[in-house]
């Protein structure tokens, strides 16, 4: 499996909260990506990084915000959270970008975030 | 507005039967298609993909099917086993983009 840590697994918490989720990969890859998974609409980009500090919006980035200070660690930021944000989240790397190579993109296992 | 279409939620074969599932996109400047499987509580895994200047792509069990001009693609996979049970999801993407657009996903449930 590709190492890739996505934390905390589980999260509760109020409307109105920051709120950051943390991906954490071991393999030195350069891009990585954030999804939100919901009923219904499949998987959404939210946001994704090309490489320090270099990052773009996706499909649903209004409300979130990333960083990437270092290659491993790429992190998601509800400032403020709401309820239409409650979601399963993933984080995905990958070497070469989604066309390069036969192995597109690695998923992490998830973390899904409750707002209430 | 989907611009990736996967209008059946769920289909159930037989064990051993080919299985086919099926996807629709409106978008023509996409040029690259690929296929993930999903189980629950799991991050989806890749499994195959397709350039828009090849009609078949093929790996073991699983081939992948362009039509271009009807803008549709499929996922066929012989023989389906009990463990190729999960979300099947198709997602395309437009040249030099990172941005995947996924399909809402359809639920394969293999049985024995």
């Known amino acids: 499996d590709a190492g890739i840590t996505q934390s905390p697994r589980h999260k509760v918490t109020e409307t109105g909260t920051p709120v950051t989720l943390r991906c954490h990969q071991t393999?030195?890859?350069?891009?990585m990506y954030w999804y939100r998974q919901d009923p219904g609409h499949g998987l959404r980009l939210i946001h994704y990084?090309?490489?320090?500090?270099?990052?773009d919006k996706g499909e649903v980035s209004d409300g979130y915000s990333v960083s990437r200070s270092k290659t491993e660690d790429f992190l998601l930021t509800l400032e403020s959270a709401t309820s239409s944000q409650t979601s399963v989240y993933f984080c995905?790397?990958?070497?070469?970008?989604?066309?390069?190579?036969?192995?597109?993109?690695?998923f992490g296992d998830g973390t899904r975030l409750s707002i209430l | 507005d989907q611009q990736v279409k996967q209008n059946s939620p769920s289909l159930s074969v037989q064990e051993g039967r080919i299985s086919i599932l099926n996807c629709d996109y409106t978008n023509s400047m996409f040029d690259y298609f690929l296929w993930y499987k999903k189980y629950p509580a799991e991050g989806p895994t890749f499994l195959i993909s397709?350039?828009?200047?090849?009609d078949k792509n093929e790996d073991g069990r699983f081939t992948v099917f362009l039509n271009k001009s009807a803008k549709h693609l499929s996922l066929h996979i012989v023989p389906s086993q009990p463990g190729d049970s999960a979300v099947y999801f198709c997602a395309a993407i437009q040249g030099g983009s990172e941005k995947l657009v996924f399909g809402k996903g359809t639920k394969l449930t293999v049985n024995p």
């Open positions: 393999e030195n890859h350069r891009y």
């Open positions: 397709i350039s828009s200047i090849k």
């Open positions: 990084s090309y490489g320090v500090k270099d990052t």
């Open positions: 995905a790397i990958s070497e070469l970008g989604v066309q390069g190579g036969n192995q597109p993109q690695h």
